[in-house]
């Protein structure tokens, strides 16, 4: 709990408050913030101030957690060895080094015998593919890193008590108008068991309120439900299944107790929604084995439930009704089906637009902007920007697999358009809270709007898909380590390079070692110890200006099979030495999950000023079973990568201009001041209200 407190917030938590005896306590905080410091991290001056009125021999294990818990967050906590030891100096021609390789093997007797005649498999070389220097070796073979003021500090402020900040973050997951990633719903059960006892008051997102919801099934509490479908998720949940529902869960045996939570939850949901049973009729099917409805007859609307299952009950859902209307014409009744369903209007209105709905459906969508979810609101007005010039249509999955195509829709009318974004601006604004005085650092303006979490995993430094920012220094490098679970394991970082028109590719890879601007560090083909694989781009001298790192799946595990697996970047001036992984110069670090056999994180791009600037993709190819390479799916990354980039995101920029408006348009009464940027800084008078990328999603209106 304590690590997830650090991680995710960046705060330290202290539970005793010492009792202000000078003693070694300050040494060791001192000590303490010396070390953090090697790896980029350093302590406020309240935290230090706090831990020096601790007992020392109490800051020491405070301290050896924290660190440690610092160094998994940055990478550190592993040693990043490199194939080859002087990397990035002396990398070898990639024909010589096969050659090489080659000449070697044939004048091994030994060696020579294992090939094969006719067939020489360049892999199985004696040589190639495993560490052929220690970690010690490689370390002797550096210098020590020059520190520079431009290097990564992260401070780490003074938290509550452990309790008080696990309270704190469990509210703002469980409260998340958008859905959560992976990482962060398991998060956020942890956090529902240690804060049992705190139920928070609005918990939009279904999946979230699952998670609290198998609490309340523990406890032998009523569920919170809505729907039918929230009742599966909760028994998903409760088998150690996928709450999104996206994969079928062995369901477990239930106590009678349960059986009886459960069922009392579906009977008090109204007949008109059954027809989501529909959806996920063959775990219906499951669950009523599991639930024996027969054996309570009270619940006899729940028992319906498995009857539209089983099809002896007929049952249609709301979509499916309008997807009929629609067929045959009946704009009119699709829209008066939707008004019920105000979400799921806005969500089709740009269909009902095209279908000829004229003003009956722009007044109906401003009747349902005022009761539709702020987030719905929010990728709404994200969408309908985007119709204004259109660009290549992106669809992306909750597992961050991603298709382009050309968009052949026809076009909306300009009037229309025009009058529905106005709208949906002032009831944006209207939501938005009072930000009284208003204080946003410009590096946070280009950041996207979290309106889904699901396809990021949370780590350093990570921003939502679309988002922009500056990179600093010469040298960009970037890295991937893994580490296999079971067998034998082959990841291989490559990088993509385009020109402007995102055409003329060429690519660094294990097939090429280097360019007049780029190095690889050398290819590994087991990670029974882990493995870490570079990649340098010397900026100033990059002649392509677009760079897309790739992390490729030749054979072995997948992502989310493997012990370990995470990617990142660094940055560094040209003068500075040190080893290949030097944690103060990380700026992103984050684990690589999913099923896809192609990893896309971000994307690299020099402005017509000159810059450089990086945009979060996270997205996956699916890739092929085994043998993935660069060279076989530069088409399609060109193709997704375009489009993501040309795509107008709406961010962080527009909620504070909304934000600015309406501060101005009446002072707070008790003049608090709200602060938007990257980090919070020093100085912020008590009660701020504070929004960084970790909280981001606070200021999602409801």
């Given at each position: 709990?304590?690590?997830?407190?650090?991680?995710?917030?960046?705060?330290?938590?202290?539970?005793?408050?010492?009792?202000g005896?000078?003693?070694?306590?300050?040494?060791?905080?001192?000590?303490?913030?010396a070390?953090l410091?090697?790896?980029?991290?350093?302590?406020?001056?309240?935290?230090l101030?706090r831990?020096?009125?601790?007992?020392?021999?109490q800051?020491?294990?405070?301290?050896?957690?924290?660190?440690?818990?610092v160094?998994r967050?940055?990478?550190?906590?592993?040693?990043?060895?490199?194939?080859?030891?002087?990397f990035?100096?002396?990398?070898?021609?990639?024909?010589?080094?096969?050659?090489?390789?080659?000449?070697?093997?044939?004048?091994?007797?030994?060696?020579?015998?294992?090939?094969?005649?006719g067939?020489?498999?360049?892999?199985?070389?004696?040589?190639?593919?495993?560490?052929q220097?220690?970690?010690?070796?490689?370390?002797?073979?550096?210098?020590?890193?020059?520190p520079?003021?431009?290097?990564?500090?992260?401070?780490?402020?003074?938290?509550?008590?452990l309790?008080?900040?696990?309270?704190?973050?469990?509210?703002?997951l469980?409260?998340?108008?958008?859905p959560?990633?992976?990482?962060?719903?398991?998060?956020?059960?942890?956090?529902?068991?240690?804060c049992?006892?705190?139920?928070?008051?609005h918990?939009?997102?279904?999946?979230?309120?699952?998670?609290?919801?198998?609490?309340?099934?523990?406890?032998?509490?009523?569920?919170?439900v809505?729907?039918?479908?929230d009742?599966?998720?909760?028994?998903?949940?409760c088998?150690?299944?996928?709450?999104?529902?996206?994969?079928?869960?062995?369901?477990?045996?239930?106590?009678?107790?349960?059986?009886?939570?459960?069922?009392?939850?579906l009977?008090?949901?109204?007949?008109?929604?059954?027809?989501?049973?529909?959806?996920h009729?063959?775990?219906?099917?499951?669950?009523?084995?599991?639930?024996?409805?027969?054996e309570?007859?009270?619940?006899?609307?729940?028992?319906?439930?498995?009857?539209?299952?089983?099809?002896?009950?007929?049952?249609?859902?709301?979509?499916?009704?309008?997807e009929?209307?629609?067929?045959?014409?009946?704009?009119?009744?699709?829209?008066a089906?939707?008004?019920?369903?105000?979400?799921?209007?806005?969500?089709?209105?740009?269909?009902?637009?095209?279908?000829?709905g004229?003003p009956?459906?722009?007044?109906?969508?401003e009747?349902?902007?005022?009761h539709?979810?702020?987030?719905?609101?929010?990728?709404?007005?994200?969408?309908?920007?985007?119709?204004?010039?259109?660009?290549d249509?992106?669809?992306?999955?909750?597992?961050?697999?991603?298709w382009?195509?050309?968009?052949?829709?026809?076009?909306?009318d300009?009037?229309?358009?025009d009058?529905t974004l106005?709208?949906?601006?002032?009831?944006?604004?209207?939501?938005?809270?009072?930000?009284?005085?208003?204080?946003?650092?410009?590096?946070v303006?280009?950041?996207?709007?979290?309106?889904s979490?699901?396809?990021?995993?949370?780590?350093?430094?990570?921003?939502?898909r679309?988002?922009?920012s500056p990179?600093d220094?010469?040298?960009l490098?970037?890295?991937?380590?893994?580490?296999?679970?079971?067998?034998?394991?082959?990841?291989?970082?490559?990088a993509?390079?385009?020109d402007?028109?995102?055409?003329?590719?060429?690519?660094?890879?294990?097939?090429?070692?280097?360019n007049?601007?780029?190095?690889?560090?050398?290819?590994?083909?087991?990670?029974?110890?882990?493995?870490s694989?570079?990649?340098?781009?010397?900026?100033?001298?990059?002649?392509?200006?677009?760079?897309?790192?790739?992390v490729?799946?030749?054979?072995?595990?997948?992502?989310?099979?493997?012990?370990?697996?995470?990617?990142?970047?660094m940055?560094?001036?040209?003068?500075?030495?040190g080893?290949?992984?030097?944690?103060?110069?990380?700026r992103?670090?984050?684990?690589?999950?999913g099923?896809g056999?192609?990893?896309?994180?971000?994307?690299?791009?020099?402005?017509?000023?000159g810059?450089?600037?990086?945009?979060w993709?996270?997205?996956?190819?699916?890739?092929?079973?085994?043998?993935?390479q660069?060279?076989?799916?530069?088409?399609?990354?060109?193709?997704?990568?375009?489009?993501?980039?040309?795509?107008?995101?709406?961010?962080?920029?527009?909620?504070?201009?909304?934000?600015?408006?309406?501060?101005?348009?009446?002072s707070?009464?008790?003049?608090?001041?709200?602060?938007?940027?990257?980090?919070?800084?020093?100085?912020?008078?008590?009660?701020?209200?504070?929004?960084?990328?970790a909280?981001?999603?606070?200021?999602?209106?409801a």
């Amino acid at each position: 709990m304590e690590d997830l407190v650090i991680a995710r917030r960046l705060r330290v938590p202290v539970d005793a408050e010492g009792d202000g005896t000078p003693g070694w306590g300050e040494v060791a905080a001192r000590q303490l913030d010396a070390a953090l410091l090697s790896v980029g991290f350093t302590c406020s001056p309240a935290l230090l101030d706090r831990l020096a009125r601790l007992p020392g021999e109490q800051v020491i294990d405070l301290g050896l957690r924290v660190l440690a818990a610092v160094r998994r967050l940055v990478g550190d906590h592993v040693e990043h060895n490199a194939y080859f030891a002087d990397f990035p100096r002396n990398v070898p021609d990639t024909l010589e080094f096969w050659a090489g390789l080659l000449r070697e093997a044939m004048l091994d007797p030994v060696a020579a015998a294992r090939l094969q005649p006719g067939t020489l498999n360049l892999l199985d070389l004696p040589r190639y593919g495993r560490y052929q220097h220690t970690y010690a070796d490689l370390l002797a073979a550096h210098d020590e890193l020059i520190p520079l003021a431009r290097d990564r500090v992260t401070v780490l402020e003074l938290g509550g008590s452990l309790r008080d900040e696990a309270r704190e973050l469990y509210f703002s997951l469980a409260g998340s108008e958008v859905p959560l990633a992976a990482e962060d719903l398991t998060a956020l059960r942890a956090l529902a068991a240690f804060c049992a006892g705190d139920r928070p008051e609005h918990v939009p997102v279904r999946e979230n309120r699952a998670v609290l919801n198998e609490v309340r099934l523990v406890a032998g509490q009523p569920l919170l439900v809505d729907t039918v479908t929230d009742v599966l998720r909760v028994a998903a949940l409760c088998s150690g299944g996928d709450v999104t529902l996206a994969t079928p869960t062995r369901l477990r045996s239930f106590r009678r107790a349960e059986r009886r939570i459960l069922l009392a939850a579906l009977d008090a949901v109204p007949a008109a929604k059954h027809g989501d049973v529909l959806r996920h009729r063959e775990q219906w099917k499951r669950l009523g084995e599991r639930l024996h409805p027969h054996e309570y007859p009270r619940f006899s609307r729940a028992a319906q439930v498995f009857e539209v299952a089983r099809g002896v009950r007929k049952a249609a859902s709301v979509g499916g009704r309008v997807e009929a209307a629609l067929a045959e014409g009946r704009a009119g009744d699709a829209v008066a089906l939707l008004e019920h369903t105000p979400g799921a209007l806005l969500r089709r209105l740009d269909h009902l637009l095209r279908t000829g709905g004229g003003p009956a459906v722009l007044e109906a969508a401003e009747r349902a902007a005022a009761h539709a979810s702020g987030r719905v609101l929010l990728s709404l007005r994200e969408h309908l920007q985007n119709r204004l010039a259109p660009v290549d249509r992106v669809f992306t999955n909750r597992h961050g697999r991603a298709w382009a195509t050309p968009d052949t829709r026809s076009p909306l009318d300009e009037e229309a358009l025009d009058r529905t974004l106005s709208v949906l601006d002032e009831e944006i604004t209207r939501r938005l809270p009072d930000p009284g005085e208003l204080i946003v650092d410009p590096a946070v303006l280009d950041v996207a709007l979290p309106l889904s979490g699901k396809s990021a995993a949370p780590g350093l430094g990570v921003l939502p898909r679309g988002s922009l920012s500056p990179v600093d220094g010469e040298l960009l490098r970037f890295f991937v380590y893994w580490r296999q679970a079971s067998r034998s394991t082959d990841y291989d970082l490559s990088a993509l390079m385009l020109d402007a028109t995102y055409d003329n590719p060429t690519h660094i890879s294990w097939t090429s070692y280097g360019n007049d601007f780029a190095t690889y560090s050398g290819d590994l083909t087991d990670a029974a110890e882990g493995a870490s694989e570079f990649i340098d781009i010397r900026l100033p001298q990059a002649t392509q200006p677009i760079v897309i790192p790739q992390v490729h799946i030749y054979a072995g595990e997948r992502f989310d099979e493997a012990a370990e697996a995470f990617f990142g970047f660094m940055t560094r001036d040209a003068a500075q030495e040190g080893r290949p992984f030097e944690p103060r110069t990380v700026r992103m670090k984050s684990d690589l999950r999913g099923s896809g056999r192609v990893a896309l994180p971000l994307v690299f791009l020099r402005g017509d000023d000159g810059a450089w600037r990086v945009k979060w993709l996270h997205l996956h190819l699916s890739g092929h079973p085994a043998f993935n390479q660069v060279e076989g799916n530069r088409v399609t990354t060109s193709l997704l990568v375009r489009s993501i980039v040309e795509r107008d995101y709406l961010r962080v920029g527009y909620l504070a201009d909304l934000l600015r408006a309406k501060s101005s348009a009446g002072s707070s009464a008790d003049g608090h001041v709200t602060y938007i940027g990257l980090e919070a800084p020093a100085g912020l008078p008590d009660g701020a209200r504070v929004y960084t990328p970790a909280t981001l999603h606070e200021l999602i209106p409801a």
